[in-house]
């Protein structure tokens, strides 16, 4: 037997999980393993991970002795969607194992309140993110490279049609590398590189951070403070410097 191919057959997982196999295929080539899975209705919430049910989960991938290759590992619920792929290599021993992936994913930011508990920080009403992610290196020595863009973005903290950013993280630092912010006539940019955090000395934002700014609402950049600020209105444009004060 070099091909097993199931079509939607329903399983009984983790006592009462019911998880409907859209499409199963296992077949040997060569010396690898190709594995083709779709799962629907799959509940993260019993493999301890997250109090979910996913739509579908969407496994394609080739296993070797050696090597997992990532042909398209998808997960879907509602409108959020990850995409993953690329290549794990010696995976059986985690101190030699290298990989390189890239990661895609679209996911409404209002979704957030579901996994995170920051509403008495403030709350995002609507927003659209999309991140294309690059995952490269070993466990002690890897860099992650990710571009963000979010969309209409209505919030506590700040309103934008559109927002840019680059972000970088390796063992030494999580950086933003670029960020810019728009809504209708106003913007944001960012100047210069910012190193957020740096993991060897533990500090955060050891540096000014600097902003060029453009006919930015008052109301819109101060809005986390609305309700003491509510009489102050204008527009702010010109170069504005941010220090951290550790005292």
């Given at each position: 037997?070099?091909?097993i191919?199931?079509?939607?057959?329903r399983?009984?997982l983790?006592?009462?999980?019911?998880v409907v196999?859209?499409?199963?295929?296992?077949?040997?080539?060569n010396?690898?393993?190709?594995?083709?899975?779709?799962?629907r209705?799959?509940?993260?919430?019993?493999?301890?991970?997250l109090?979910?049910?996913?739509?579908?989960?969407?496994?394609d991938?080739?296993?070797?002795?050696?090597?997992?290759?990532i042909?398209n590992?998808?997960?879907e619920?509602?409108l959020?969607r990850?995409v993953t792929q690329g290549?794990v290599?010696?995976y059986k021993?985690?101190?030699?194992?290298s990989?390189?992936l890239?990661?895609y994913v679209?996911f409404?930011?209002?979704?957030?309140h579901?996994?995170l508990?920051?509403k008495?920080i403030?709350?995002?009403y609507?927003?659209?993110?999309?991140?294309n992610?690059k995952?490269?290196g070993t466990?002690s020595?890897?860099?992650?490279?990710s571009e963000?863009n979010?969309h209409n973005?209505?919030?506590?903290?700040?309103?934008?049609k559109?927002?840019?950013s680059?972000?970088i993280?390796?063992?030494?630092?999580?950086?933003?590398?670029?960020?810019?912010l728009?809504?209708?006539n106003?913007?944001i940019?960012?100047?210069k590189?910012?190193e957020f955090?740096?993991?060897?000395?533990?500090?955060?934002l050891e540096?000014?951070?600097?902003?060029?700014v453009?006919?930015l609402k008052?109301?819109?950049g101060?809005?986390f403070?609305?309700?003491?600020?509510?009489?102050l209105?204008?527009?702010l444009t010109?170069?504005?410097?941010?220090?951290?004060?550790?005292?």
């Open positions: 037997i070099k091909r191919t199931l079509e939607k057959i399983l009984e983790f006592k009462k999980n019911e196999t859209h499409y199963a295929m296992v077949e040997l080539i010396k690898s393993i190709h594995l083709n899975l779709v799962l209705g799959f509940n993260l919430g019993k493999i301890k991970v109090e979910e049910v996913v739509d579908e989960l969407s496994i991938v080739n296993i070797s002795d050696d090597n997992i290759k042909n590992l998808v997960i619920k509602n959020n990850i290549e290599s010696d021993n985690i101190v030699d194992m990989f390189s890239e990661s679209d409404q930011l209002a979704d957030l579901k996994y508990k920051f008495n403030g709350e995002i609507t927003g659209n993110l999309k991140t992610t995952i490269n466990i020595n890897y860099e992650v490279n963000l979010i973005l209505d919030s506590e903290f700040v309103m934008a559109k927002i840019k680059k972000v993280l390796n063992p030494q630092k999580l950086a933003l590398n670029s960020f810019e728009e809504n209708n106003e913007k940019t960012l100047l590189n910012i955090y740096n993991f060897k000395k533990r500090k955060f540096d000014k951070v600097s902003v060029n453009q006919a008052l109301q819109n101060l809005r403070l609305r309700s003491s600020m509510s009489p209105k204008g527009t010109g170069k504005v410097d941010f220090i951290l004060n550790e005292n």
